[in-house]
């Protein structure tokens, strides 16, 4: 899952971004309103965190502005401002939820995990390709009930297979997906890493999910 991080203090910023990789997510991290709401509209995002006082644009200005155009990926906001008129404030605006800084990353974690179990309606966070299964909550693989142990990159990088299975991905999708939406490189690490992962998910299975599109990229056949 990818979340858009939005703080203007880079120091809580780096410090929220690396504990969100390091509990597996995927993270894009902005420092004012205006990307925000560019990244937001453009870019898919599973959750934003999202602080009230940021330049240019404010958090209230930016939640009201996503929930005007119709935007559905869920919010919490972070602020020092903990009077009940400012939860009320930004909750009314359209925030999921609200946490008053200083917080215990332990409880950010928790508030996402909450958000997105009242969130989904049936099994809106599994995945399923054949007899692949992804739990996007509780980032679980399994296949004919086997566990399979995926890194942070594999994890995304199935989860957007499995989001567009049937449809023939290029390397340059791949990258701007699952990589950093700016990330240019001439390596071949892509290839490396469906290499890695059909290890895991296919090698020991008769049945292969992924397949090589000769000279265009790969599809997950379901």
């Known amino acids: 899952m990818k979340i858009l991080l939005v703080e203007d203090e880079k120091q809580i910023s780096d410090y929220i971004s690396k504990g969100l990789l390091e509990a597996g997510y995927d993270v894009d991290a902005v420092d004012n309103g205006e990307d925000a709401i560019s990244y937001a509209t453009n870019y898919d995002y599973s959750l934003i965190l999202l602080d009230i006082m940021i330049p240019k644009k404010n ?10 155009q119709k935007d559905s990926t869920h919010i919490i906001l972070i602020s020092a401002k903990d009077q009940i008129q400012d939860k009320v404030v930004g909750l009314d605006a359209g925030a999921d939820d609200y946490l008053v800084k200083p917080f215990a990353f332990s409880e950010l974690l928790a508030r996402i995990r909450a958000i997105f179990r009242r969130n989904s309606e049936g099994n809106d966070n599994i995945l399923i390709a ?14 004919d009930d086997q566990i399979i142990e995926l890194t942070t990159r594999e994890f995304n990088l199935l989860e957007y297979f499995i989001e567009n299975k049937n449809t023939v991905l290029t390397r340059m999708m791949i990258t701007e ?46």
């Open 59 to 68: 958090g209230i200005e930016v939640v009201k502005y996503l929930k005007k």
């Open 130 to 143: 054949q007899n692949l299964k992804m739990d996007l909550v509780k980032r679980i693989v399994t296949r």
């Open 177 to 222: 997906k699952v990589w950093n939406i700016n990330f240019i490189s001439d390596t071949n690490v892509v290839d490396v890493y469906i290499n890695h992962l059909r290890k895991k998910i296919d090698k020991t299975f008769d049945k292969k999910l992924i397949h090589t599109v000769r000279g265009v990229g790969y599809i997950l056949k379901d």
